[in-house]
């Protein structure tokens, strides 16, 4: 059995939720060790977990009890209506201090209504204060970076949409190989924030391409934004 | 495969979602009502077929449709389609159910096989959107495809949320024949099953 069958019964045990002991340590190790820097894997990965998905259909579908989507409603109105708390407020104007940011974000409106955003900022803050980071211009968006970290943030206002049906891709390279790490797609203010998490040390280029949201690109396409110096 | 048409309405679908989910990211009500109208009969199907009861089946919706909503941003749609990190989350949480509820025997006897859970009286069937049937019937197409040996691997794994561990004792074969009728399956449905998803 060459390592590779090997991965592959174990990703395939994974996505079915049906590893213990050994075989779930030993797969835990291999998606964060192995699968973020292995084409073939991340691709196997992503196929198989789409199968596992798909194993759903295999049922009827049976409709839920009608006091089910009322049930989630209540549920859902705190989002829309969570008071705006006076840390959160503290946290995000010093990141708005910080980095820069002025006008609509601190419309306290606009606060209450994006507090998802308020927190990835927040976060974002906590990581650049704790690492000393530092930022960098990735054309509407700005990476904070920090060396030593396997970490990185990338915010953005007024970033435009991609094409439909495709979303902006990151990448990396370093020592001639590429590698993707993740993707973005902008909120409806054109807003960014997200963390990126990445294995595989140092690298010497950053760079972002638009591509299908389907599947984990291979290969990148044409570069859309790259970090500047 | 499905043809041409048929493509076409399920990459819709995908647009359709991917959509959804931008609205989803801007705390959107109305895209998450869409969402629930289009993937809570399939949720709470395979949701009750696992957990073999209502009241267990509503939570594991319940909780996967409100993850949902709270975190949108952990979709990433560069990695595939909605309804495939949807419905993962969904068999995820059901899996969890069983094992935490440790009822799993009286369970498998009913997920050994496709038809239709008959023990408790569900709520009614629902009518799939016509995507989703054109979907399901390559599944169950795929599944019939595969050697029995396979398909009660699968079936033990994925309906019935037993381990291979498990699965092994109960059907009295070694660890390895598990893990090699497992992956033979998954790499047979993956060739079956390849896009459009």
């Given amino acids: 059995m060459t390592d590779h069958e090997k991965i592959d019964g174990l990703l395939a045990g994974y996505v079915l939720r049906s590893l213990t002991g050994e075989d779930a340590s030993e797969a835990d190790r291999l998606l964060t060790d192995h699968v973020p820097d292995c084409a073939d894997c991340r691709e ?6 789409a199968v596992s998905a798909e194993l759903a259909l295999g049922v009827d579908p049976v409709a839920p009890p009608d006091t089910l989507l009322p049930r989630l409603h209540r549920e859902l109105e705190p989002r829309e ?3 705006r708390g006076l840390a959160t407020l503290a946290v995000a104007a010093s990141v708005a201090a910080v980095i820069g940011l002025t006008g609509t974000f601190l419309q306290g409106q606009r606060i209450d209504s994006r507090q998802s ?12 204060q704790e690492n000393d980071a530092r930022m960098v211009s990735v054309g509407p968006a700005t990476q904070v970076a920090a060396t030593g970290t396997d970490e990185f943030f990338l915010f953005g ?4 949409a991609p094409p439909p049906g ?11 190989t590429v590698r993707y790490v993740g993707w973005f797609y902008p909120d409806p203010d054109g807003w960014v924030v997200r963390r990126y998490s990445i294995g595989g040390g140092p690298y010497e280029r950053l760079f972002v391409t638009i591509e299908a949201a389907e599947g984990v690109p291979l290969v990148p396409g044409e570069v859309a934004w790259e970090r500047t110096a | ?3 041409g048409c048929e493509d076409g309405a399920v990459q819709d679908a995908a647009r359709e979602d991917l959509e959804l989910h931008r609205r989803l990211l801007a705390g959107d009500v109305g895209a998450f009502d869409d969402l629930y109208e289009r993937y809570s009969g399939v949720s709470y199907g395979l949701a009750y077929r696992l957990t073999g009861q209502q009241m267990l089946a509503q939570d594991v919706v319940h909780d996967a449709f409100l993850a949902l909503w709270r975190a949108p941003e952990a979709f990433d749609p560069a990695r595939g389609t909605l309804r495939t990190f949807f419905l993962s989350l969904v068999h995820h949480r059901a899996v969890d159910t069983v094992r ?9 006897e009913r997920a050994a096989n496709l038809e239709p859970v008959a023990v408790e009286d569900p709520s009614e069937s629902v009518v799939d959107r016509a995507y989703l049937g054109v979907r399901r019937r390559e599944v169950r197409e795929a599944l019939r495809s595969l050697s029995d040996d396979q398909r009660q691997v699968l079936q033990m794994a994925y309906f019935g949320g037993m381990t291979q561990a498990q699965i092994a ?3 009295e074969i070694p660890l390895g024949t598990v893990k090699t009728r497992t992956l033979a399956a998954m790499r047979k449905l993956r060739g079956l099953l390849e896009a459009p998803v």
């Fill in chain 2, 169 to 171: 004792e109960r059907l």
């Fill in chain 1, 157 to 160: 206002e007024n970033v435009p």
């Fill in chain 1, 44 to 49: 196997t990965l992503t196929d198989f977990q």
């Fill in chain 1, 166 to 176: 495709t979303v902006y891709a990151v990448w990396v390279e370093s020592g001639g």
């Fill in chain 2, 100 to 108: 935490k509820e440790q009822r799993m025997r009286d369970r498998n």
């Fill in chain 2, 1 to 3: 495969m499905v043809a």
């Fill in chain 1, 117 to 128: 955003r308020v927190d990835a900022l927040a976060r974002m803050f906590r990581f650049a």
């Fill in chain 1, 81 to 83: 209506r969570r008071p």
